[in-house]
C-alpha cells in the first residue's frame, strides 16, 4: 500500500488527525488517563504527509517526535482536543478528519485548584474521597452532527474494543459505526494487552451501508495507517 500509486494521491487536501489520550485533571499533580501511546495517530498524520497532504495533527500527551511534514496542536483534556478541532475546523478547507486519539468519556465533576490531601488516621479520620464524574463531550459525535448531512470533511472513528459479553468486536463495531455516522470506522482489537503502546496492530475497516470488513494485520501501525489512507482517498469529494 506504500507504492508509487499512493504517493501524492493526498496532494491538495488538508487532513487533521487526532492521536494520543486526554488526560482529565482531578486536581494540579493527578489526572484520570488511558493508555493510548499515539504511536497509531501519529503513523496516520505521517502517512498522510508522505503522500501529499497538509497535515494537521492534534496530539494529547503524546512523547513521540513530531513526524516530518505535519503541524502538530497540543491538548491535554478532550474539552481541550475538541476546542483545537474546532478551531481548525473554523478555518475552512478540511477535507478529513481521523480521529485516533482516545478521548476520555468522563471527567472529574470539580477540579481541586489545589492538590487533594489524605487525611490521617492519627487525626481521626482515614476515609477516602469520592471521585465523581461527569460525560465529556463527544467530539465525532459533534463533528458528525456539524456536518449537518453534508460529506465534508470525511470523518473515521477509531474503536478500541476487547469484545465482551453484549457481542464480539466486529459486532460491537458494527454498532458503533451506526451509532456514530461516521465514514469509516476503524476498529482495532485491544484485549489482553493487544495495540497500546505495541509496533503491530490488528485493525477492521468498516463502512456504512455494507458488510464487507476490510482487516488489515497483524501489521506495522505504519502498513495500518496506509490501509486507512487507501480507502479514505477514493471516497474524497
Ligand atoms: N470519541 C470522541 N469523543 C469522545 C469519545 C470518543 O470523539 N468523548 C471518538 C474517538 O476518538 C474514536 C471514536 O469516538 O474515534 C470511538 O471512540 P470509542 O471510545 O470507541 O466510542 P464511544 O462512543 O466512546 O463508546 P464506548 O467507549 O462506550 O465503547
Ligand atoms: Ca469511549
Not at 503513523?43 to 496530539?59: D, I, N, Y
Not at 469509516?184 to 485493525?203: C, H, I, R, S, Y
Amino acid at each position: 500500500p506504500d507504492g508509487a500509486a499512493s504517493r501524492g494521491d493526498l496532494a491538495g487536501r488538508h487532513v487533521v488527525v487526532s492521536a494520543g489520550g486526554t488526560r482529565e485533571p482531578l486536581d494540579p499533580v493527578r489526572f484520570l488517563g488511558n493508555r493510548s501511546s499515539g504511536k497509531q495517530g501519529y503513523a496516520v498524520a505521517a502517512e498522510a504527509a508522505v503522500r501529499g497532504a497538509r497535515v494537521t495533527l492534534v496530539a494529547a500527551n503524546v512523547a513521540l517526535p513530531d513526524p516530518d511534514g505535519c503541524e502538530v496542536v497540543r491538548v491535554g483534556s478532550a474539552r481541550e482536543l475538541e476546542a483545537a478541532l474546532g478551531a481548525v475546523l473554523d478555518g475552512g478547507g478540511v477535507d478529513a478528519v481521523v480521529m485516533a486519539a482516545a478521548v476520555a468519556d468522563f471527567r472529574p465533576a470539580t477540579y481541586a485548584a489545589t492538590k487533594i490531601k489524605k487525611t490521617h488516621a492519627d487525626e481521626g479520620d482515614d476515609s477516602a474521597p469520592v471521585v465523581e464524574l461527569v460525560r465529556n463531550p463527544d467530539v465525532l459525535a459533534a463533528l458528525v452532527a456539524r456536518r449537518a448531512g453534508g460529506r465534508t470533511p470525511y470523518l473515521v472513528g477509531f474503536a478500541a474494543e476487547t469484545g465482551d459479553a453484549s457481542g464480539d468486536v466486529l459486532t460491537l463495531a458494527r454498532a458503533k459505526l451506526r451509532r456514530k455516522g461516521c465514514d469509516l470506522l476503524v476498529a482495532n482489537d485491544v484485549g489482553d494487552d493487544k495495540a497500546f503502546g505495541q509496533d503491530e496492530n490488528t485493525v477492521h475497516l468498516l463502512r456504512p451501508g455494507t458488510d464487507e470488513v476490510v482487516t488489515v494485520g497483524p501489521a506495522t501501525k505504519a502498513l495500518v495507517a496506509a490501509a486507512v489512507w487507501d480507502a479514505v482517498a477514493p471516497d474524497l469529494v
